[in-house]
Protein backbone atom coordinates (compact mmCIF):
# COMPACT_ATOMS: atom_id res chain seq x y z
CA UNK A 1 0.00 0.00 0.00
CA UNK A 2 1.49 3.96 -0.72
CA UNK A 3 1.70 5.87 1.55
CA UNK A 4 0.06 9.57 1.89
CA UNK A 5 3.25 11.13 1.84
CA UNK A 6 4.37 8.66 -1.46
CA UNK A 7 0.68 9.49 -3.36
CA UNK A 8 1.59 13.74 -2.74
CA UNK A 9 5.28 12.71 -4.35
CA UNK A 10 3.52 11.02 -7.49
CA UNK A 11 1.19 13.46 -7.73
CA UNK A 12 3.88 16.09 -7.46
CA UNK A 13 6.20 14.24 -10.31
CA UNK A 14 3.22 13.63 -12.57
CA UNK A 15 2.87 17.30 -13.10
CA UNK A 16 0.72 18.63 -10.03
CA UNK A 17 2.12 21.89 -8.13
CA UNK A 18 3.53 21.24 -4.58
CA UNK A 19 0.16 22.82 -3.05
CA UNK A 20 -1.70 20.31 -5.56
CA UNK A 21 0.33 17.23 -4.38
CA UNK A 22 -0.72 18.41 -0.82
CA UNK A 23 -3.96 19.46 -0.61
CA UNK A 24 -5.66 16.81 -3.15
CA UNK A 25 -3.92 13.87 -0.78
CA UNK A 26 -6.42 14.34 1.53
CA UNK A 27 -9.41 15.97 -0.98
CA UNK A 28 -11.18 12.31 -0.49
CA UNK A 29 -11.12 12.38 3.06
CA UNK A 30 -12.96 16.13 3.37
CA UNK A 31 -15.20 15.21 0.57
CA UNK A 32 -13.28 17.53 -1.65
CA UNK A 33 -13.71 16.78 -5.11
CA UNK A 34 -10.07 16.36 -6.55
CA UNK A 35 -10.78 18.62 -9.39
CA UNK A 36 -11.75 21.48 -7.17
CA UNK A 37 -8.78 20.88 -4.94
CA UNK A 38 -6.38 20.95 -8.03
CA UNK A 39 -8.50 24.41 -9.06
CA UNK A 40 -8.40 25.60 -5.28
CA UNK A 41 -4.82 25.05 -4.86
CA UNK A 42 -3.44 25.57 -8.11
CA UNK A 43 -2.38 29.45 -7.37
CA UNK A 44 -0.43 28.56 -4.20
CA UNK A 45 2.18 26.86 -6.03
CA UNK A 46 5.55 28.51 -6.22
CA UNK A 47 5.21 29.91 -3.20
CA UNK A 48 1.69 32.12 -4.20
CA UNK A 49 3.32 32.08 -7.52
CA UNK A 50 5.99 34.60 -6.21
CA UNK A 51 8.70 32.49 -4.17
CA UNK A 52 6.86 33.60 -0.80
CA UNK A 53 5.13 30.99 1.05
CA UNK A 54 5.68 27.36 0.01
CA UNK A 55 2.29 26.02 -1.55
CA UNK A 56 3.02 22.64 0.15
CA UNK A 57 2.78 24.81 3.70
CA UNK A 58 -0.05 26.94 2.29
CA UNK A 59 -1.78 23.77 1.55
CA UNK A 60 -1.37 22.12 4.55
CA UNK A 61 -3.14 25.02 6.36
CA UNK A 62 -6.26 24.56 4.12
CA UNK A 63 -5.98 20.83 5.28
CA UNK A 64 -5.91 21.48 8.69
CA UNK A 65 -8.99 23.76 7.84
CA UNK A 66 -11.36 21.60 6.55
CA UNK A 67 -10.43 19.07 9.31
CA UNK A 68 -10.70 21.29 12.27
CA UNK A 69 -11.86 24.81 10.84
CA UNK A 70 -15.21 26.45 12.00
CA UNK A 71 -17.84 26.63 9.79
CA UNK A 72 -20.30 29.12 11.64
CA UNK A 73 -18.74 32.16 12.71
CA UNK A 74 -19.25 32.01 16.38
CA UNK A 75 -17.73 28.40 16.49
CA UNK A 76 -14.95 30.36 18.43
CA UNK A 77 -13.23 27.11 19.65
CA UNK A 78 -13.01 25.38 16.43
CA UNK A 79 -11.41 28.43 14.68
CA UNK A 80 -8.84 28.56 17.63
CA UNK A 81 -7.85 24.99 17.92
CA UNK A 82 -7.08 25.19 13.90
CA UNK A 83 -5.30 28.26 14.64
CA UNK A 84 -3.55 26.87 17.17
CA UNK A 85 -3.07 23.99 14.53
CA UNK A 86 -2.02 25.69 11.62
CA UNK A 87 0.93 27.43 13.67
CA UNK A 88 2.47 24.34 15.35
CA UNK A 89 2.55 22.61 11.69
CA UNK A 90 3.90 25.50 10.41
CA UNK A 91 6.81 25.80 13.35
CA UNK A 92 7.30 22.25 12.69
CA UNK A 93 7.94 22.34 8.97
CA UNK A 94 10.09 25.63 9.65
CA UNK A 95 12.06 23.31 12.43
CA UNK A 96 12.85 20.77 9.73
CA UNK A 97 13.64 23.16 6.81
CA UNK A 98 14.68 26.58 8.57
CA UNK A 99 12.42 28.16 6.24
CA UNK A 100 8.89 27.75 4.99
CA UNK A 101 9.70 30.50 2.17
CA UNK A 102 9.77 29.06 -1.25
CA UNK A 103 12.94 31.14 -2.48
CA UNK A 104 14.62 29.78 0.44
CA UNK A 105 13.38 26.19 0.19
CA UNK A 106 13.66 26.40 -3.71
CA UNK A 107 16.56 28.43 -4.30
CA UNK A 108 16.51 30.29 -8.15
CA UNK A 109 19.74 29.48 -9.97
CA UNK A 110 20.71 31.68 -12.84
CA UNK A 111 18.73 31.07 -15.98
CA UNK A 112 21.03 29.22 -18.99
CA UNK A 113 19.91 28.25 -22.29
CA UNK A 114 18.70 24.79 -21.87
CA UNK A 115 16.51 24.16 -18.13
CA UNK A 116 17.90 21.20 -16.27
CA UNK A 117 14.89 18.79 -15.70
CA UNK A 118 14.34 19.65 -11.97
CA UNK A 119 13.64 23.74 -12.95
CA UNK A 120 11.47 25.66 -13.63
CA UNK A 121 11.18 29.48 -15.10
CA UNK A 122 10.25 31.87 -12.44
CA UNK A 123 8.72 35.00 -14.38
CA UNK A 124 9.62 36.97 -11.65
CA UNK A 125 13.43 37.59 -12.48
CA UNK A 126 15.53 36.60 -15.10
CA UNK A 127 16.25 32.70 -13.66
CA UNK A 128 15.18 29.80 -12.74
CA UNK A 129 13.69 27.53 -9.38
CA UNK A 130 15.31 24.69 -8.62
CA UNK A 131 12.43 21.98 -7.63
CA UNK A 132 14.82 19.60 -6.22
CA UNK A 133 14.04 19.80 -2.97
CA UNK A 134 10.19 19.81 -3.68
CA UNK A 135 9.40 16.42 -3.62
CA UNK A 136 10.48 15.91 0.43
CA UNK A 137 8.59 19.72 1.20
CA UNK A 138 5.78 17.85 -0.32
CA UNK A 139 6.05 14.19 1.75
CA UNK A 140 7.36 16.22 4.86
CA UNK A 141 4.31 18.16 4.64
CA UNK A 142 1.87 15.37 4.40
CA UNK A 143 3.77 13.41 7.25
CA UNK A 144 3.26 16.43 9.60
CA UNK A 145 -0.39 17.02 8.93
CA UNK A 146 -1.03 13.18 9.13
CA UNK A 147 0.45 13.87 12.62
CA UNK A 148 -1.91 16.60 13.50
CA UNK A 149 -4.23 13.90 13.27
CA UNK A 150 -5.69 15.18 9.44
Not at 2 to 11: D, I, N, P, R, T
Not at 17 to 42: I, S
Not at 43 to 71: F, H, Q, R
Not at 98 to 104: D, K, N, Q
Request: aromatic share 4%; glycine share 12%.
Amino acid sequence: MVSKAESGVGLYRAGSNCAQAVLTTFCWRYGLNRELGCKLACGLGGGLSSGEVCGAVTAGALVIGLKYGNSLPDDKLSRQRCRELTRQFVEAFRARHGSILCRELAPRVPARDSAPANTQTDGQTNSQVSRAACPGLVADAISLLEAAGC
